[in-house]
């Protein structure tokens, strides 16, 4: 008998009849000979319904952190009990759980906080006792018992720390897409889904702009070898696995291509060319909780230097207004910027043992007349700055020429050899 984890998003039991879909699955995945556990999000829409009626209340004054999540958290209590209901309707044996009730114990950290510790066995009772449980995700309690939050797209975390306490053999993302994809179809129509993602590669697409999951799940997924497979609520198939790496090897070198449109670019030129200039930059920028991305220094003439770093495009007006401080500390130097850029990323494992990636994507890129304003790379990662009017130009491109739309067969490193 296997245990399996699912997770169903808020689009996925955002009706009644979304609610009746998904218990009629759960009641499949039981008839395999299975024991379930069900982690559900709020009805979608609900949470932002919530916070809206907080902010009408408190007017200009801040939410507590603690009475958010004591409001918010009720959203997911709502789709528990219904589910549970339509699961009981169908003859099936059905309990729902708040977080508190599983003891998903957590920091303090109100609207962000982090699971520390899951008591799995009053998970296991109910589950031997033959019920499937409806677990409340994005949920937990404090140490004082108080109900804390883990922040947006915390329910798929809830689902992966619950699969690991139980040690569940898979842990299945129900959501509106069929699986990973190698880039969004959206952009590149002949984009395809994998059958197949390492966790390395899944953290890099999440990191670089992939919506699919959140980056929590993943890691916590990783550290813990939790398998996750992401699935379509509303169509059967066989979704995408994130597993690790294992004997089999794919010719294609790149999985996937993904990108980030919530881009700025700032640079201050002419800077000293000395030690220290730049924590004098990036210091306030860090002091303002304004996370950089990219960095590139270049040395300029006369001794000077010319700085350059991303940052989240809702960011770009107040890191501009910290630059023209930082002149002033400095004694000189010239600011620019850019609003309109997007980071483009290819990622692949097989970048590890194969040259000539960069290269062939420069090249790519070069042959449409796509100038490239900065270069990263990572051991799986290779991620360039771009115009944000060539973003689309871009990912296509570069999806054909990593012949990304082709399938290729698996093969064993003994077929290799």
Do not use: W
């Not at 998903?104 to 033959?130: C, M, P, S, V, W």
């Not at 306490?165 to 129900?174: M, N, V, W």
């Not at 497979?229 to 790149?254: A, C, H, K, N, Q």
């Amino acid at each position: 008998m296997a245990l399996i984890v699912q997770k169903y998003g808020g689009t996925s039991v955002g009706t009644v009849e979304r609610i009746e879909a998904v218990a009629e699955k759960i009641i499949a995945t039981q008839k395999l000979g299975n024991q379930v556990v069900v982690v559900v999000s709020a009805m979608s829409g609900e949470t932002n319904r919530l916070i809206g009626l907080a902010e009408e209340v408190q007017g200009t004054k801040t939410p507590t952190g603690r009475e958010l999540d004591v409001l918010v958290s009720t959203g997911e209590q709502v789709t528990i009990a219904l589910l549970s209901m339509a699961l009981q309707k169908r003859d099936c044996d059905a309990v729902s759980c708040t977080g508190g009730q599983l003891n998903i114990r957590t920091d303090n950290k109100f609207n962000k906080a982090r699971i520390q510790d899951i008591d799995g066995e009053h998970l296991k009772k109910l589950l031997n006792d033959g019920n499937v449980v409806v677990v409340a995700g994005f949920q937990g309690v404090d140490s004082e018992g108080n109900i804390t939050t883990l922040g947006r797209g915390g329910s798929d975390t809830t689902a992966v720390a619950l699969a690991a306490a139980a040690k569940a053999d898979e842990c299945q993302i129900y959501t509106d897409v069929d699986g990973v994809y190698t880039t969004d179809p959206r952009v590149e129509p002949n984009a395809r889904r994998l059958s197949r993602i390492t966790f390395e590669e899944m953290l890099e697409m999440a990191s670089l702009g992939s919506k699919v999951l959140q980056i929590r799940a993943v890691e916590f997924a990783g550290k813990y070898d939790v398998p996750l497979r992401v699935l379509s609520s509303f169509e059967e198939g066989p979704g995408t696995l994130i597993t690790y790496e294992d004997d089999s090897m794919e010719d294609p070198l790149i999985s996937g291509i993904a990108f980030n449109r919530d881009e700025a670019q700032l640079t201050i030129k002419d800077v000293p060319d000395q030690p220290g200039v730049a924590a004098h930059i990036l210091g306030p920028i860090s002091a303002e909780n304004i996370e950089v991305d990219m960095i590139v220094q270049n040395i300029g003439r006369k001794d000077t230097a010319d700085f350059t770093f991303t940052v989240h495009r809702n960011d770009y007006d107040k890191a501009l207004k910290i630059l023209e401080n930082t002149t002033i500390i400095l004694g000189g130097g010239r600011i620019g910027g850019n609003p309109n850029i997007v980071k483009l990323s290819l990622v692949g494992v097989g970048m590890r043992s194969h040259a000539g990636i960069a290269s062939r994507m420069f090249k790519a890129l070069a042959d449409e007349k796509i100038n490239i304003l900065m270069i990263s790379t990572s051991e799986i990662k290779i991620s360039v700055v771009i115009e944000e009017k060539y973003l689309e130009l871009g990912v296509r491109t570069l999806h054909e020429a990593f012949e990304l739309d082709q399938a290729t067969e698996v093969k064993t490193k003994q077929q290799v050899q």
